[in-house]
């Protein structure tokens, strides 16, 4: 043990250096906001059953530290608060709209060398019972408060949709689409094309996919290459969150965005600071979630991922100083 004595594992590398007192400063700033819009606050418990996050995020052994409990049941530490609130949604028997926050750590193994944490802090609200548009906006309208109220200086976010994925992954028929769209892969698109033979739109609009980042007018300039209803929905709905956005400005459309969670069924969000290449916040909407268990509601939240927070913060310091 005693070459151990003054290290810290790998995975722990990052949440042993977070700066606490900004920590909980930027905490009592969002749990303050949350609480003024009436989401109530939950602890949760840092203990779950693996086959719960096996099933709905497709973990395994790889992405979660999993242990076998005194009942002899597989077990793991928190890997995610979405899922355990729509379990306590269930379990609640209700079909009104309650609103929940949280604050606390999720614990998922990372790439190795990677120099990433397995230990992420995550604060975030989720709105259970509230469809479409409505609780998009809502949602919308939270995300840009918190990221107001931190006072992040040059913000961007970034809006995606689950839908237009599924629907792209539907027509085409092939995993290799996740990796080429994720990477924007523009020559590899290329091939795959021409390897499946498209044609037509649907040809025309995945050689274009890879270049379509942009704004708005980007964005509906897509809409006269799209001939299928589903993709033009999820490009609709995209726009109705830009004309309520207060952040115009700051906001960008990724119709490649890959949904980072699997249960994402509508608008994906993400939030990004100018100081860090990943994401601050993320967050979507998850419509089908609470039929595992035994609901069909309609739900959207995000989360801040703290950790990039700070470091990007304290980046933004450094830089002013
Ligand atoms: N749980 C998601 C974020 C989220 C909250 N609500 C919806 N999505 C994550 O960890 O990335």
Known sequence: MEEFKYLIPEESTDAASLDATKLRSIESQLRSLFQSHGYEELMLPTFEYANLYQEIRNDNEESMFEFVNGEGKLITLRADFTVPIARLYNNAHTSATRRYSYFGKVYRIQERHKGRSSELYQGG???????????DAECLALVEASMKSI???????????????????TLVQDDRLRYILDKKANSRMKSFVEEKGFTGSLKELLLKLPYSFGDIEDLKKMKDIIDDDILLEAIDEMIAMYDISTMKEDMVFDLCMVPTQNYYTGIMIKGYSYYSAYAILSGGRYDKLLSYFDKEVPAIGFSYHLNTLLEALSKEDEAND
């Not at 006072?151 to 992954?169: V, Y």
Request: aromatic residues 10%; neutral net charge.
């Open 125 to 135: 609200m989720e709105l259970l019972g509230k469809g479409g548009y409505e609780g």
């Open 151 to 169: 006072g992040i200086t040059n913000p961007k976010l970034e809006l995606g949709h689950a839908k237009f994925f599924h629907r792209l992954e």
